[in-house]
């Protein structure tokens, strides 16, 4: 590895810590209060786990507040979900609204699974069905947030949502991630693109 990119390597190591930690230990009692209430509202665990795709490959568990009912996944539409889905309970519409559901994802940023600012981490199948080149947004670790997040999120088409994906890795720099930081406040804000609607999202082959 060059000394460049090692320095980038390190530096934005020692960021992803910084702000892994700080906004763990603020968020920790909301969590909490989050956590007791979804376990009041509905039966199962208030944090969900899923098993997905980091950087080359590496599966790792990703962490959230649980948003919708016990067993979902294997329900209904099965991964898809659309606004105004039965599955997501009455607590998980507004955590996903504010997407507070992802404040565990600093955990995995901790843990050195993610990045604050990255590719958003997909499910094995998907990754399965990337191309050679689609590949390619695997060269970094996932993020919180990130280019495609900001550009339209979950009702951009899948294969668009990959370009922005390739294009982040080929140009990230801080300059940009603190410009899809600043953009981040703004999307959590308005609520734009949290569903795929019926162009956006991924579609099994």
Same mark, same amino acid.
């Given at each position: 590895m060059r000394s460049g990119a090692l320095t980038d390597s390190v530096l934005r190591r020692a960021c992803d810590v910084a702000v892994g930690l700080l906004g763990s +230990?603020? &968020?920790?009692? !909301? %969590?909490? %209060? !989050?956590?007791?209430?979804?376990?009041?509202? *509905?039966?199962?665990?208030?944090?969900?786990?899923? =098993?997905?795709?980091?950087?080359? @490959?590496? !599966?790792? *568990?990703?962490?959230?507040?649980? =948003?919708? +009912?016990? @067993? #979902?996944?294997h &329900?209904? #539409?099965?991964?898809?979900?659309?606004?105004?889905?039965?599955?997501? &309970?009455? !607590? @998980?519409?507004v955590l996903r609204r504010y997407s507070l559901d992802e404040l565990p994802n600093l955990w995995n940023v901790l843990r050195g699974e993610m990045s604050v600012i990255g590719p958003r981490p997909t499910l094995p199948v998907q990754v399965e069905q990337y191309t050679e080149r689609q590949g390619g947004r695997l060269r970094v670790k996932p993020g919180i947030t990130g280019w495609a997040q900001i550009n339209g999120r979950a009702s951009l088409p899948w294969a668009e949502r990959i370009e922005l994906d390739l294009w982040y890795v080929e140009h990230r720099s801080l300059s940009l991630d603190?410009?899809?930081l600043a953009r981040t406040m703004q999307l959590v804000l308005s609520g734009r693109g949290l569903y795929k609607g019926e162009t956006g999202g991924w579609r099994p082959t």
């Open positions: +230990i603020l &968020t920790a009692p !909301l %969590v909490a %209060v !989050l956590a007791l209430a979804l376990k009041l509202e *509905s039966r199962g665990p208030a944090i969900y786990r899923q =098993t997905r795709v980091g950087k080359d @490959g590496e !599966l790792f *568990s990703i962490y959230k507040l649980r =948003t919708m +009912i016990h @067993g #979902a996944e &329900t209904g #539409a099965g991964l898809a979900i659309q606004e105004g889905d039965d599955r997501i &309970t009455r !607590l @998980g519409e603190l410009k899809i």
